[in-house]
Structures are given as structure tokens and as C-alpha cells.
């Protein structure tokens, strides 16, 4: 395990304090107590309502409980050992306990005595930024998680009858949509799963999903979208269709067998209202993923280090949820910068940078799928390949794919397409997006109502024929980007 393993190797490194950033106690206390006993020294825990104690020992120490007092007992116990301190963070704006920290670390270095704070954030006081080692706890990996769930169905199987049916691969689908959650939290999402119906299958899926869509949403830096069309519900776009069908199963641990990497993501280039936000929700739905979203806009704080943070807790959501689908919606509005970010103190670079590395490094399988309106807007090292897999152009509908987007629009409001002259409508309605096109529809269902007639298709010839579009309102910016699609992009 290499949680294990990087821990063991900074307590054998002779680092005095290691500061480690989880919000798993038992997970990082039973870590702890491994390693303790493989290098055969005793493990000591401290909290401020029990005070200090050796682990399996029995009572804590007397009058233990201030931390000044813990700390004093650990000057005094001249034995190696490892030392968990739960509660201590909170005290580190307390100048006599930062010294006392300090007076500690000189003699701890000299032999196997770590001093480990454990808490979900840990602030440092520069006095002690230089003698603590930094670590953060990952989320558990497919292999605890697999461990776990086989241990949660035996213990339930002790007094319940559970029934199993999962094959290898369903049960490996099953731990896959477990990463992201603590053991904790995916014990007890488990848990519920199965005493619902006494059984273990594939639909236990969607419960344990729920659980990280709740999660999601308390932190409330994404949004959770359910993907309520799929991409035989978009007209058009067949390149785009065929080139994800070929790429839909690479999520499943099949594809991970047979040595194929998660595809990483497309950029959805086009002109306004061209279906672009729609046919991201559309793959989550194909895919059987969920959806999330990030609006760039929402990032930006006006207090100093929050908009940092903020992205920070963005991806990490997006990577409790993997695999998933994270849509960036119009990405050239919060992740293009100038020459220069003198304005906000450098601000946008750093996000910038960060999203960059995230995205070139980042090893779960979250399909980011970008859509921008603006290109040109854009730094090339954004869209350059190893970053997204394929630049996908979304034009201004065909002909024929107009009269498809009208056939789906008509069935959507529970019209018979058959009674209408989708030729004449498609023909009529040259130059329009998909979006004018479906306001179209609904101007003539208004219209209609309000006449106390059906819609027809003069009616929706008619709101056509007053509609300007915008490749025509726009001419300049859609034949601008026309002009670097081509050659550039690949067409939808």
C-alpha cells in the first residue's frame, strides 16, 4: 500500500513533526499503527477530551489533556515512538505550543520519534513550515475499496440472508463507482444499498452514486446535471457520434484490462446555440455517467487565496465523482488571460496553471468536455493535444440536420413530425442554429395557443421568416470562426 509505505518512509526519515492532511481518523490511525508495529515502536494518540495515551495500553496519562501538558510528556518519555495528535491543529495560533513544537523537534530528529497531526486542513505557522514534513491522505484505492466491500457483505451476511449477483465485472464496476469516498463513506453508502433489498447487483450503483451526488452538492462548487437526452435525441453531429461510440466502453474495466487509457476529452468549438452545452449532456447520458458541471465565472472570489481554493475543491469533486463527465462551460470566460495579469495580482495565471497541470496530469477518468464560443480567446498551450483529445468544430445545421433538429423538437412538444413539411422548414429556416430553430417551434406553439388553433407549419414559417439569426446578425464573428476551424478542427 503506498499510503503505507510513504508514511513509514518519513518517520524512518527522521522528520519530528509530519502533518497529514485527512478527514479518514481511523483510516490514518490504523496506517499508524501498522507501521508502529512493523518497526516494532509503540504508537501514542492524544485528543483533547481523553488526553495522551499509549494505543492497547489502557488509561491515558493523568492530567494529559492540555496540550502543553501532552507535549511535556512526550519531552519525558525517552523511548522511540510514534506520536498521533488529533485535536492539536487548533492550537497552533498559541505561541507557547508552537514553542514547545519547536523545542521537540531537535531531539525527535535524532531517532525514530514522529510527532503526526491529523486533520482535514492544517495551517502552519512559519516557525514550523521548515521542520514539518507535508502529506496528505488519498482516498482509498480500488484495492481497499474492493477489501471493503467483500467485508461488508460478509459482516451483513451474519445475520442477514444477502444475495450476491454480481459478476467480476459488475463487481469491479461496483468498486469503481465507489472511488471518491472515504471508507467511511463508502461503507455506509454499501451498507444501505444492500439492506434495502438484501442483495448486492448493479442497480446498488445508482444508490451509491446518490451518495456522491449528496456530497456534491453540500459543497456546492459543481452542479449535478441528470443527462435527460441522449445523442440519438441531436440531429446531426454524426463524426462527433461515431467518434464516441467508439469510445464508450473505455471507462469499464475491461477497457483497463485490455491496456486502452481513459479518453481524456474533446473541446466542443461552435457558433452560439449550435448545440454544443446540449450534446455535453447528451455524452454523460450515452456513457451512463454522471454529469457535472463548472461555470469558470463562479471560481473568482474577491477575497485573496479563495478563488484558488475554490478550483482546487472543484476538481477534487470532479475526482471523488470519476468516472464521470465534467463539462466547462464556455472555458475562454474564466481561463483566458492576456500578456499580462498585473490587474489581478497574477490571479489568472495561477488558475490557469493549475488547470493546465490538472489536466495533462491528472489519473482518474474524469472526461472533461470544454464548450467555447471564442477561440481565439484561448492560450494554445490550452488546446494543444495531451490536454484534450480532439477539437470538435459545431457548425451552423446542414440542411438535412435542420430538419432532423425540427423533427426532435416537434416530438418533444408531442406533435406528429409526419403532419408537417419538415423539407419546407428546413429549407426556410438556412442559417439558423439549433437554438433559433427550437425558439422558432416555440413561438409557434404561443401563437397558435393563443389563436385557439394546433401548429402548423405556416405557423412556424412564419415566426421563421421574423427571426434574424445570428449568421446573420454576426456574420463577421461566425465567418471568423469558420475561417480557424478549418484545417484546425474536426467537424461535428
Request: glycine share 6%; proline share 5%.
Amino acid at each position: 500500500m503506498e499510503v503505507l509505505k510513504d508514511l513509514e518512509l518519513l518517520v524512518l526519515s527522521r522528520y519530528s513533526i509530519i502533518a497529514v492532511e485527512t478527514y479518514e481518523e481511523e483510516r490514518i490511525e490504523e496506517i499508524l499503527r501498522r507501521i508502529a508495529a512493523k518497526l516494532g515502536i509503540p504508537l501514542f494518540m492524544w485528543t483533547v477530551t481523553r488526553g495522551l495515551e499509549r494505543v492497547g495500553a489502557g488509561n491515558p496519562i493523568y492530567d494529559s489533556q492540555h496540550p502543553l501538558k501532552a507535549l511535556g510528556n512526550l519531552a519525558a518519555i525517552p523511548d522511540e515512538g510514534i506520536y498521533l495528535f488529533k485535536d492539536l491543529h487548533r492550537y497552533l495560533g498559541e505561541a507557547d505550543v508552537v514553542r514547545r513544537l519547536q523545542d521537540l523537534a531537535r531531539p525527535f530528529a535524532k531517532d525514530r520519534r514522529a510527532l503526526v497531526l491529523a486533520a482535514p486542513q492544517i495551517t502552519l505557522p512559519p516557525e514550523l513550515e521548515k521542520i514539518t514534513a507535508f502529506f496528505r491522505l488519498d482516498l482509498p484505492t480500488e484495492h481497499e475499496l474492493k477489501i471493503l466491500a467483500k467485508n461488508v457483505v460478509k459482516n451483513l451476511s451474519q445475520s442477514h440472508k444477502i444475495k450476491v449477483a454480481l459478476s467480476s465485472d459488475e463487481f469491479d464496476r461496483l468498486v469503481e463507482g465507489m472511488k471518491g469516498l472515504t471508507l467511511f463513506e463508502a461503507e455506509r453508502a454499501l451498507t444501505k444499498a444492500v439492506i434495502e433489498d438484501l442483495a448486492l447487483t448493479l442497480k446498488d450503483l445508482d444508490s451509491i452514486l446518490e451518495t456522491k451526488r449528496a456530497l456534491l452538492e453540500k459543497d456546492g462548487v459543481l452542479e449535478y446535471f441528470p443527462a435527460e437526452e441522449g445523442m440519438g435525441e441531436i440531429g446531426g453531429l454524426e463524426n462527433l457520434k461515431r467518434w464516441l461510440a467508439k469510445r464508450k466502453k473505455a471507462f469499464t474495466p475491461e477497457a483497463k484490462r485490455f491496456g486502452i487509457p481513459a479518453p481524456k476529452g474533446i473541446i466542443l468549438l461552435g457558433v452560439q446555440g449550435c448545440g454544443k452545452s446540449m450534446a455535453a449532456k447528451a455524452i454523460a447520458r450515452e456513457w451512463g455517467l454522471p454529469l457535472l458541471t463548472m461555470e469558470p465565472g463562479r471560481l473568482y472570489d474577491k477575497y485573496v487565496g479563495e478563488s484558488d481554493k475554490n478550483l482546487e475543491k472543484a476538481l477534487t469533486q470532479a475526482e471523488r465523482m470519476a468516472p464521470c463527465v465534467l463539462m466547462i462551460d464556455e472555458i475562454e470566460k474564466g481561463f483566458a488571460y492576456g500578456g499580462s495579469s498585473e490587474a489581478d495580482a497574477g490571479l489568472s495565471k495561477r488558475i490557469f496553471g493549475r488547470l493546465l497541470g490538472w489536466l495533462q496530469e491528472r489519473k482518474t477518468s474524469v472526461f472533461v468536455v470544454a464548450t467555447c464560443n471564442q477561440i481565439e480567446a484561448l492560450p494554445p498551450e490550452l488546446i494543444r493535444k495531451g490536454r484534450f483529445d480532439e477539437i470538435f468544430f459545431i457548425d451552423l445545421p446542414r440542411q438535412d440536420e435542420r430538419k432532423e433538429i425540427f423533427r426532435a423538437h416537434l416530438k418533444k412538444r408531442k406533435r406528429d413530425p409526419a403532419a408537417f413539411d419538415l423539407d419546407a422548414l428546413a429549407h426556410a429556416s438556412e442559417g439558423f442554429s439549433g437554438a433559433e430553430i427550437e425558439q422558432a417551434v416555440v413561438s409557434a406553439l404561443y401563437t397558435a395557443f393563443a389563436h385557439g388553433a394546433d401548429l402548423d407549419t405556416p405557423l412556424v414559417l412564419d415566426e421563421i421568416k421574423a427571426t434574424r439569426p445570428l449568421s446573420v446578425t454576426r456574420q463577421e464573428e461566425v465567418a471568423a470562426l469558420r475561417a480557424w476551424a478549418s484545417g484546425r478542427a474536426v467537424p461535428a
